[in-house]
């Protein structure tokens, strides 16, 4: 099930489904689609999420895995590399701090 209001975003991984005509449609606005779908888009979407999420609670460790994981499927690889510059550099600085 996908919230049509998500197929309108050229960034979200979503926009496969718009080409496809839904099995049902719930309340006018969620979309429902039967079947196994490949998209690795919406996992690196949600893996750079958690990365944003991990850099703004102070753990560039953990963001670097996610974002690194983010970044194969990205649709904008060049906005995951610069939060992967900063997750980097806050790692870098923490090293450093805790030595």
Not at 39 to 47: D, F, G, K, Q, Y
Request: net charge positive.
């Amino acid at each position: 099930m996908i919230g049509a209001g998500l197929l309108d975003y050229s960034l979200y991984p979503y926009g496969k489904f718009f080409h496809r005509r839904p099995d049902a449609v719930v309340g006018g606005s969620v979309l429902v689609f039967h079947g196994s779908f490949e998209v690795p888009e919406v996992a690196a979407e949600r893996a750079g999420a958690r990365g944003w999420w991990l850099l703004n609670h102070n753990d560039g460790t953990d963001a670097i895995v996610e974002l690194t994981a983010a970044r194969k499927h990205a649709l904008d690889p060049a906005r995951v590399d610069s939060l992967l510059a900063w997750a980097r550099a806050m790692a870098a600085r923490l090293s450093r701090k805790n030595r």
